[in-house]
């Protein structure tokens, strides 16, 4: 059973603050990260993916990738009310190309 | 360009009612999946079509659920006889390129069952 285990929250950051989310995931073989954001009642959009070890940045978005260690990050820089949403972290193992789904991080970030 | 759209947003049903819950991809996408979430759980895969056809329905939970896409195009999804468990937020998503391309989700049908 593949899992992605994320802490669920609130998460709860003031603006201007980075904003540090982080998911484990159980299948070693896993080759494709994604970060979905998601506000209330909308639908999942995908902000980042990433697929090797390091780091890969996209304006105030890193998402940071440990493979040995089996755990992906996001870390949004100079947080903004406007991010706090719902962070689901999605897991894809080799030849899967379905992603697997954390329950997801609720993020609040207060002015 | 139009998102993927799902209709209804809402649906509340008493057990053993049907409901069928539909979803309009991307135009042009050929590749269709179905998810749900549960209350307090993560989203689930559920089914995948490449066009017409079912290329993976190995998350559908069991012989009540029946998809369909005539056609390609849109797709609906049928619950019969809906049970309690059935209730939980039904995503759509669609994408060009199975393997390279992003899943665009659609807004979800919230399914309550009574």
């Known amino acids: 059973q593949k899992e992605v285990e994320q802490n669920s929250g609130p998460l709860s950051v003031p603006e201007g603050a980075i904003a540090s989310l982080n998911c484990t995931y159980s299948?070693?073989?896993?080759?494709?990260f994604f970060w979905y954001r998601q506000y209330s009642g909308k639908s999942p959009e995908l902000i980042m993916s990433?697929?090797?070890?390091g780091d890969k940045e996209d304006g105030r978005f890193t998402a940071q990738l440990n493979k040995a260690s089996q755990y992906v990050s996001l870390l949004i820089r100079d947080s903004q009310p406007s991010d706090s949403a719902t962070y689901l972290c999605a897991v894809e193992s080799g030849g899967s190309y379905i992603p697997t789904f954390g329950r997801g991080t609720s993020l609040i970030v207060h002015p | 360009e139009a998102g993927v759209t799902q209709f209804p947003s809402h649906s509340v049903i008493e057990k053993g009612q049907t409901v069928t819950l539909r979803c309009d991809p991307i135009s042009g996408h050929d590749n269709l999946y179905w998810y749900r979430r549960v209350m307090g759980k993560e989203i689930k895969f559920l089914l995948h079509?490449?066009?017409?056809?079912?290329?993976?329905e190995s998350g559908m939970p069991n012989n009540r659920f029946l998809a369909e896409r005539t056609g390609g195009t849109y797709s609906t999804l049928k619950v019969q006889p809906a049970e309690l468990e059935d209730s939980g937020v039904y995503f759509c998503a669609s994408s060009q390129d199975f393997m390279t391309d992003t899943q665009y989700f659609g807004p979800g049908t919230r399914l309550t069952v009574l």
């Open positions: 990433i697929y090797s070890n």
């Open positions: 299948d070693r073989v896993s080759q494709s």
């Open positions: 079509f490449v066009k017409e056809s079912k290329q993976d």
